[in-house]
């Protein structure tokens, strides 16, 4: 059973700085589309129309989708700033509600507003914290991956359905991950 750290074999999410670069699963598998989202409303479109699935990928988005947001407010006012973010929040979180994550991610994004004074470090916090998200569900997916790679025989048969692996989580995925561990092979 594979113990090394495996890499996905392709990027459902990708922050470029000033976008987020999301791989369209409504396309899939007939083609591999990208899309570049450039505002939190494209964002929520996209987690509404299901062109990211699985529950860890969609808090991801969300939380890049508030950073986008807060990039897109031009208020000079930081109460103004502040109430034109948390119409970006609702926004987002209108999107799935029933998606966890994607609440869990809202909340830790409201947390990281409130640890700084001025409207660029806000901004700045924000687009920081939906990395830290995106690395902490990247990260708890290779450890549960490699958690459940001991109880995966070498000549198991494994079966899965529905969305799974980077598709669902961005990372190597919590039931795929395990096959993927076990067999260490992405």
């Known amino acids: 059973m594979g113990t090394e750290k495996t890499e996905v074999c392709y990027v459902p999410l990708e922050w470029l700085g000033d976008r987020l670069r999301m ?3 409504t396309r899939l598998p007939q083609e591999e589309v990208y899309l570049e989202l ?6 929520s479109s996209a987690i509404r129309e299901l062109k990211v699935r699985g529950a860890p990928a969609i808090g991801v988005a969300a939380a890049y989708g508030i ?5 897109e407010i031009r208020d000079e006012s930081k109460d103004m ?3 034109s973010l948390d119409n970006v929040i ?3 979180a209108a999107t799935r509600p029933t998606a966890k994550n994607l609440f869990r991610a809202i909340d830790r ?3 990281a507003i409130g640890k700084n ?10 687009i920081e914290e939906a990395k830290k998200i995106h690395r902490w569900e990247i990260e708890a997916t290779e450890k549960i991956g490699r958690l459940g790679a001991a109880l995966i025989p070498d ?3 494994v079966l899965t359905h529905c969305n799974t692996g980077p598709l669902a989580t961005t990372g190597c995925g919590t039931a795929l991950g395990v096959i993927i561990q076990a067999k260490n092979d992405c």
């Open 109 to 111: 994004m409201k947390s």
């Open 38 to 43: 450039t505002s939190h409303l494209e964002v």
């Open 81 to 83: 700033f502040l109430k």
């Open 23 to 25: 791989l369209d699963q």
């Open 155 to 157: 000549d198991a048969t």
């Open 117 to 126: 004074d001025s409207i660029e470090q806000v901004k700045s916090a924000l």
């Open 67 to 71: 950073a986008l947001g807060a990039l």
């Open 90 to 92: 609702e926004t987002i």
